[in-house]
């Protein structure tokens, strides 16, 4: 064993060298990938905020939500009548759709979490049918079926309307919510989360309010999920109901699960994998002969393959690593820093 | 009138049957089973694949998808659920997700995603009781199954001594396994039971209107409706559950039109979690933390 000093040293030079590196990387990724490349990492972050906001509820709390792929939904269709029917700014819709995620995520959580956490898994299941029952409704009535068209988002005068200019968003936003997340974990609220997650009986017993604690962690992350709904509708400039499906909801369920449960760097690298994997999986594809009835028979069922390979993941981490990939990263560093010395 | 009321008696008898599978496993392996969906699908189009695919014979059918959909829920417990013992609940239900989704993947992948028509043992026929009131042959079969599923499960677990080690295990499995009950056969003894029984829900269902993917499933999903007003843990709850959500359906379709039929039971679900959480026949949570 060490001192206590010296290993703070180290410590402070590892999380140095990891920021830097990862400043690095931000820095990086505009300059070496092409625009269509550029646009799959932006919609991973989006779909990052997601994964962080999830963090908050399974990871930290160990509660269930089916609720993702509405909630988004929820953002989208905000958008969507915040944007073209009522033309109101980029800003004030993203601030409107923050603010009736967290109402709805109330709405939804508070007659759920007065019982016991499993009921907020049946809850969020039927708000999801619920939401995109009535997002299907009136987008028939508004304008059919193929759905909303959005306008180009603009802060001020600037329109942001390049991949550069959405990615350079993104990271901001995503950069700002890891830092809440993870000063949320280190705070009183991130203290008791995690005792409620682990022995309830002995977080009710230090005077923790169960379903008050609950609720709060639902509520702002039902927030944040709308938002990155929001940012999803005008980065793509269309929504539609048919991309609002219980598999979307899953699919970010899968992001933290393979990420690692709990830990907010393993959420984005999860939603990393879980967004780039099909985009890769057809490249890969496409490198097979293309006469080959394997190739033909793959590429025409990606959607499936997906939903096989996400389902199976979900499962697979569960059962052999609970702690995924972040888990899987920090025994690699550990055996680096055992080897070291 | 009558003929409405006594279709959403059958419809009901659905619910009843896909409700019994959700609290079976709720109740006896500890599981809330977001899959169910899924499974009821699986379940469907394999006894399509028996009957219609290949056109076997009645009694092979019968036979035959029984027994590949008792070894779909054994298979269930040994390879995924067996490996998450003494995991926190929510891994559980997260587990059940991920099953969902692959499944789904599965299916969609074997059978496509288009309605089909399943091969009928006898024509489906209109019988008219009396002045007016009439309901369909598939209707009534549906009736009489839930009928015999609630029966048989009644005496199954009041008198037969493989049923009351199955209350046992489920009541205390740690206290059961030492007295010598085998837990993990009780546990696939719960699925084999309550994937059939979403099967034959799933096989009525589809003989009533057409076998699809999509239909089914959100049929199953939407079984948690009456587990949930019997409480999720009472097998007798399940059935004032379904006569309700049956209710609701089928009066809201006809008041509101077609589309509520998706959302009836899921509105159902929200007043119940709203007035009365832990059911009309739950047992009180003693535990609230």
Known sequence: MTTGSIDVAADVRRRLLGRGALLALICLLPVVLRDYQLSLVTTALIAALGALALTLVTGFVGLVTAGNSALLALGAYGAAIGAVQLELPFLVVLAGSVLVGAVVGLLAGLPALRVSGIYLAIATLAMHFILIFVFNEYQTRAVGSAGFFLPTASIGGLTIDTAIKWYVVLVLVVLATWRLVENLKKSKFGRAWMLIRDTPLAAASQGISLPAYKLAAFVLSSAIISMSGTFLAYFQQAVYIESFTLELAIQYIAMIIIGGMGSSGGAIAGACFVVLLPPMLSRAIALLPSDAVVAGFLQQNLGDFQLIIYGTLVVVFLIWRPDGLAGLGRRLAALRVKGAR | ?289
């Open chain 2, 1 to 289: 009138m009558l003929t409405l009321l006594l279709g959403a008696l059958t419809l009901s008898a659905i619910y009843a049957l896909v409700g019994f599978a959700w609290v079976l496993l709720r109740r006896t392996n500890g599981i809330l089973n977001l899959a169910t969906g899924a499974q009821l699908a699986l379940g469907a189009f394999i006894f399509n694949q028996f009957a219609t695919s290949w056109g076997l014979p009645w009694p092979v059918v019968v036979l035959g998808s029984l027994a590949t959909i008792a070894a779909i829920g054994a298979a269930t417990h040994w390879i995924v659920f067996r490996k998450l013992a003494g995991q926190p609940e929510f891994a559980l239900v997260v587990a059940t997700l991920g099953l969902a989704s692959a499944l789904k993947g599965v299916s969609s992948l074997t059978w496509g995603t288009e309605a089909r028509v399943m091969r009928e043992p006898v024509p489906s026929q209109v019988i008219t009781f009396g002045d007016g009131v009439s309901t369909t042959f598939y209707g009534l079969c549906g009736l009489g199954a839930a009928v015999l599923v609630f029966a048989a499960a009644h005496t199954f677990f009041r008198f037969s001594s493989v049923g009351i080690r199955m209350r046992a295990a489920a009541e205390n499995p740690v206290l059961a396994s030492q007295g010598g009950v085998a837990v993990d056969w009780v546990y696939v003894l719960g699925w084999a039971m309550a994937l059939t029984a979403a099967a034959v829900a799933g096989i009525m269902y589809a003989y009533q209107t057409a076998l699809s993917f999509h239909g089914v499933e959100a049929l199953g999903m939407r079984g948690l409706a009456p587990a949930l007003v019997g409480g999720l843990t009472s097998i007798r709850g399940v059935i004032p559950g379904a006569l309700l959500v049956g209710l609701a359906e089928t009066f809201g379709t006809k008041f509101f039109g077609g589309p509520v039929q998706d959302v009836a039971a899921w509105i159902v679900i929200l007043v119940v979690l709203l007035i009365r959480p832990q059911g009309l026949f739950g047992d009180k949570q003693v535990q609230r933390v």
